[in-house]
């Protein structure tokens, strides 16, 4: 599906999440849409943030052989290209706060989430840890009585 974020929002949606799309290099965006999940009640909130690998890296945009790897000899490059990109240094965005009275009441239960299959050393795809660590959050989150809780996806093409 790639970068079809609306077919992924219409799949929230029909779970019953309230699921907005953004585009994932926004800033403003994003906290438009965290603003929005605040907002919403009785229902999981969804972002769908659409994105695209190496963003503004000369050379490196969408390019599969650079995800996720150092830049060695072209960081300074990237990062000289990236400081012409900031209009306003003293300029910040930032969410608002949510009242204090927003917020269930948490105390901390001990909790397992059962045992990690990982040994030390051993190799494996981060997606799968990333897969893991998603799936222990949300029963954590449902243990402890959070009953509405954030998922963010990034889609690529490729």
Request: hydrophobic letters at 35%; charged letters at 35%; a negative charge.
């Given at each position: 599906m790639g970068h079809e974020t609306e077919v992924y929002r219409k799949r929230f949606e029909a779970f019953g999440c309230h699921a907005v799309t953004v585009d994932?290099?926004?800033?403003?965006?994003?906290?438009?849409?965290?603003?929005?999940?605040?907002?919403?009640?009785?229902?999981?909130?969804?972002?769908?943030?659409?994105?695209?690998?190496?963003?503004?890296?000369?050379?490196?945009?969408?390019?599969?052989?650079?995800?996720?790897?150092?830049?060695?000899?072209?960081?300074?490059?990237?990062?000289?290209h990236l400081k012409t990109l900031i209009k306003n240094e003293e300029s910040k965005i930032e969410p608002t706060k949510p009242d204090d009275a927003t917020w269930p009441e948490f105390q901390f239960k001990p909790f397992a989430t059962g045992k990690l299959e990982y040994k030390i050393g051993e190799k494996f795809a981060t997606r799968k840890a990333y897969g893991t660590a998603l799936k222990r959050l949300g029963i954590f989150l449902k243990y402890c009585g959070f009953r509405k809780y954030f998922c963010i996806f990034s889609i690529k093409a490729n």
């Open positions: 994932g290099h926004n800033i403003a965006d994003i906290i438009n849409a965290f603003d929005t999940a605040r907002d919403t009640v009785r229902k999981p909130f969804a972002i769908i943030a659409k994105t695209f690998k190496g963003k503004y890296f000369p050379e490196m945009e969408d390019k599969d052989d650079w995800h996720g790897k150092p830049l060695g000899d072209k960081a300074e490059g990237v990062i000289n």
